[in-house]
């Protein structure tokens, strides 16, 4: 096993912001189910837990093939120091960073998400976990969008980032690399998408939470979508959450 050092120690705790993630190439997964459904998908480069807790996941961690060189045993006040989360875990585990080249032509065949900006760590983490739920395993994302190896995305994704690639760079580059045959996006003068018959592939962009899809990434869009609401000219919300309306709009492209 690991000894616990204060030099790991800060390094640790120093994941919570970007710059040293993408420095040292690392982030953390705080939590017991959040850590098993992450296990055996990244490079594991720590495990720190409570003795109690190692006990009682012995079987799981062999399971997910955890190496016991990488298991380091801590005490409760080493845990809060090691925490982002306002109640401290039992279990952390610190992953590398995958490297990941997006494979265009397997983007071409499926449903993508685009994601315009969107800056809200929870917003982003239900994202990611919709698109787990409907299939989606990639993601493209403007530079301006949150880290997805946040503490608090990678914690809203409940295990979901294990499945779902986000890649990061100018999004109008992206998706004219892509060349889908049909880049979607909502808008109020778009075609109610009750009605739209939908591909099984293609772009679908997800605007930012306050100033929706940007005028350089609207004129990518080629299938301009509404999502109505309900009953028909009642006065509502001014619009929907992010995560909720990538949520209504990926069921529908299900079919569900």
């Known amino acids: 096993m690991i000894e616990l050092t204060n030099n790991i120690c800060r390094t640790v705790k120093a994941l919570d912001e970007r710059k040293t993630r993408r420095k040292e190439g690392l982030f953390k997964a705080e939590g017991t189910k959040c850590v098993l459904d992450t296990l055996g998908h990244f490079g594991l480069r720590y495990l720190f837990a409570s003795a109690e807790w190692l006990d009682g996941h012995e079987s799981e961690l062999k399971e997910r093939g955890c190496p016991e060189e990488k298991i380091v045993a801590?005490?409760?006040?080493?845990?809060?120091?090691?925490?982002s989360l306002v109640t401290p875990p039992d279990v952390i585990a610190v992953y590398d960073i995958p490297e990941r080249e997006p494979d265009v032509e397997t983007m071409r065949r499926q449903l993508v998400l685009a994601l315009d900006t969107i800056q809200d760590p929870g917003n982003l983490g239900t994202i990611i976990r919709v698109a787990d739920w409907f299939g989606v395993r990639d993601i493209i994302c403007s530079t301006e969008t949150a880290d997805c190896f946040a503490p608090k995305v990678v914690q809203s994704t409940m295990g979901s980032i294990s499945r779902v690639r986000l890649h990061y760079g100018n999004l109008r580059e992206m998706i004219e690399e892509i060349g889908a045959q049909a880049v979607y996006g909502t808008f109020l003068d778009g075609e109610n998408i009750s009605g739209k018959k939908l591909s099984q592939n293609g772009i679908i962009v997800i605007g930012n939470e306050g100033k929706g899809i940007s005028k350089e990434i609207e004129q990518t869009v080629t299938e301009r979508l509404f999502i109505p609401s309900y009953?028909?000219?009642?006065?509502?919300?001014?619009?929907?959450?992010?995560?909720?309306?990538?949520?209504?709009?990926l069921a529908k492209f299900r079919g569900v």
Request: hydrophobic share 40%; aromatic share 0%.
């Open 74 to 83: 801590v005490r409760r006040r080493d845990i809060l120091r090691l925490s």
């Open 231 to 249: 009953p028909p000219g009642q006065e509502t919300g001014e619009s929907l959450n992010a995560a909720i309306a990538t949520a209504i709009t």
